[in-house]
């Protein structure tokens, strides 16, 4: 199992919750296809919006993984210090998930020229959130927060403000009825 930068933990959280919350309770399959056939559509026209989890939804099931170890290790920098060209070549949308008329290799296509980071981005987020088993997020729980802290935050109280500035405000001078 391997750490992942937290934001790309955070997005692929947040687009499982966007595909959850599409499929519905009971899961409407007819409702999902339309929302993923629109972002496909509007990303390989070149619009679409720029917002990573919309672009990774619309490349969910269009994309095919050629290269899992590299995106593991993509996943470690959301900033993507450096090419992301070389993150594209991980990855495509050629005639997978019943992509008869090519509108995902249309789309992939798109996105990386036009948005190369957010496409880097996007492509890491679909990556995990079909790939859950290949990675950990961080445990940002308070109890794992707490750890090691020693609870010596007594010395703080010494700069706690005095009744002289806490009734500064206060319309009858601090007095009360």
């Known amino acids: ?22 499929l519905g309770d009971p899961p409407n399959r007819k409702n ?5 056939q629109a972002l496909v559509s509007e990303y390989a026209d070149g619009h679409g919006l720029d917002d990573v989890n919309m ?19 993509e ?22 998930g019943g992509d ?11 996105i990386c020229e036009n948005h190369p980071e957010l496409a880097r981005q996007a492509i890491v987020t679909a990556f995990l959130y079909k790939n859950q088993a290949r990675w950990e997020d961080d445990d940002q729980s308070l109890d794992q927060l707490a750890k090691g802290d020693e609870g010596d935050d007594d010395d703080l109280d010494e700069g706690a403000a005095g009744d002289d500035f806490t009734h500064l405000f206060d319309q009858d001078g601090g007095e009360r009825e």
């Open 1 to 22: 199992m391997k750490k992942v930068h937290p934001e790309f933990a955070f997005q692929s959280r947040e687009l499982e919750g966007q595909i959850d919350g599409t």
């Open 75 to 96: 996943a470690l920098d959301y900033e993507g210090n450096g090419d992301p060209a070389r993150v594209f070549a991980m990855a495509n949308c050629d005639g997978n």
């Open 32 to 36: 999902y296809d339309m929302m993923v």
């Open 55 to 73: 672009m990774a939804f619309a490349l969910v099931d269009k994309i095919r993984f050629t290269d899992p170890k590299g995106l593991a290790r």
């Open 100 to 110: 008869e008329e090519g509108e995902g290799k249309a789309m992939y296509a798109s």
